[in-house]
């Protein structure tokens, strides 16, 4: 499918949404994704996000009944031989209007703290010698937004929940060259109560 279906297709999903009540999903549950990690504008180098893999645990909680404005707090890791290894907590909010049963969409955006370790010892000149600083790496604000396409497979108490999604970036700060940097992760994960 050509890129710009694919960004009409994930961008059109949450206005299909119809007016019926979304299943009832309890708050907190545990959220666990595998991330594939790029550092790329939106939906460029897909190929190239499969060589960086990551994961992700988190929760959720809902802003009212109907489940459609929901928070989310995360905490993801993944490596990146070439750009480093990265740690990001985040905290999202998220619109989730519901498609059909078992359908529903999500968009969210939020606020996040990203840790990128350095991919190889480093070096900086002090007093005119280059002097070893190791691989400490450097905290980076970072603003993510997302899309995500899931089901709610289970509507007892053992709610169980798969998804599918992309979420972007932007970091500041990363490197003096580039004051805007961007990050790009697909998604795929699950929502459950044990």
């Given at each position: 499918?050509?890129k710009i ?126 002097v070893h ?62």
């Open positions: 499918m050509p279906q694919c960004v009409l297709f994930f961008s059109l999903i949450p206005f299909l949404s119809l007016s019926q009540e979304p299943p009832d999903f309890r708050d907190f549950p545990i959220v666990v994704t595998i991330q594939f990690q790029s550092l790329s504008m939106p939906f460029r180098n897909i190929k190239g996000h499969f060589r960086n893999l990551g994961i992700g645990i988190g929760t959720e909680f809902r802003y009212h009944r109907k489940n459609q404005w929901v928070q989310h707090l995360d905490l993801m890791w993944f490596r990146n031989k070439t750009m480093g290894n990265g740690l990001i907590i985040s905290s999202q909010s998220g619109w989730r209007p519901y498609v059909s049963d078992p359908l529903y969409s999500e968009i969210k955006l939020g606020v996040a703290y990203f840790y990128n370790f350095r991919p190889a010892d480093s070096y900086q000149p002090i007093d005119g010698k280059w600083v190791g691989r400490r790496g450097k905290g980076i604000f970072a603003i993510p937004t997302g899309i995500t396409l899931g089901l709610y497979l289970d509507r007892r108490e053992h709610s169980f929940s798969p998804f599918v999604g992309y979420q972007f970036m932007l970091t500041t700060n990363y490197a003096k060259s580039l004051p805007v940097t961007p990050w790009s992760f697909l998604q795929v994960g699950t929502r459950f109560r044990p």
